[in-house]
């Protein structure tokens, strides 16, 4: 494992998302600028491993998602290659930003990881994941509520599923006394890149807004005996279609 857990700041100028993505909803540029980004790990420095993977997670506003992810991995050499914040889980194809904050598309707002398994396992993601943000909340993440801030992992084979949920469980039981965890694991679907402007959204303006659930619980892992599931994982072989 070796990682050890990165507090993520809450600045309170930056506790009021709503209006921001309200102000940005109304002067967002069109054309170009709406474009989708460049995908997840194009703009590496060095060739990426053949092994790579990628894992999907919904936690709330993306923004502070990736940098939460981005601050306590730091790519590259920690094992996280690259990220990028997306749409995944809804039933409208290409979807806006306006789109998915209407609420109407079905859309999480969600992280993408591109990882290389042989410095970083998929249940040290899962674990961070729930330990970043609030999985026991229905409704969203701090002041932000709606079907599009909820918290989700999107699995993409059985095994990955696997280990979700045997995290999940840990998680409510060691870190929640048994409280429900709100968490969906379900499986991944079509995944949508943000618009560029997204990217790395806290690096471009470190004054920018960051959801106040999203900072690093101080829990004792829930890693400490084997996760069924975790090995075969790592020795998938990503699927066609998916590399880099």
Request: net charge neutral.
């Amino acid at each position: 494992m070796g990682h050890l857990p990165i507090p993520v700041p809450r600045p309170l100028h930056s506790l009021f998302r709503p209006v921001t993505a309200l102000l940005m909803g109304s002067s967002i540029p069109s054309s170009s600028s709406n474009a989708p980004s460049t995908p997840i790990g194009s703009n590496l420095s060095a060739p990426t491993p053949p092994t790579a993977k990628k894992a999907y997670f919904a936690a709330g506003c993306f923004w502070g998602v990736e940098s939460a992810f981005r601050r306590r991995f730091p790519p590259p050499s920690s094992g996280l290659l690259d990220t990028r914040v997306g749409y995944i889980g809804g039933n409208t194809p290409s979807p806006t930003y306006r789109a998915v904050c209407s609420g109407l598309t079905g859309h999480a707002e969600a992280l993408e990881v591109l990882y290389d398994p042989a410095k970083l396992r998929y249940e040290e993601l899962v674990e961070f994941f729930f330990r970043m943000h609030d999985p026991s909340d229905k409704g969203g993440q701090g002041p932000d509520r709606g079907s599009h801030y909820r918290s989700a992992i999107f699995t993409d084979s059985a095994n990955e599923e696997k280990v979700a949920r045997e995290v999940k469980k840990r998680v409510g039981e060691k870190w929640y006394n048994g409280r429900e965890i709100a968490t969906e694991v379900v499986g991944k679907g079509k995944w949508w890149g943000a618009e560029e402007y997204h990217q790395v959204y806290l690096d471009k303006n470190p004054y920018g807004y960051e959801c106040p659930s999203h900072f690093v619980r101080n829990f004792q892992t829930v890693l400490d005996t084997r996760i069924d599931g975790a090995d075969e994982v790592a020795a998938e072989l990503p699927k066609p279609g998916l590399k880099v």
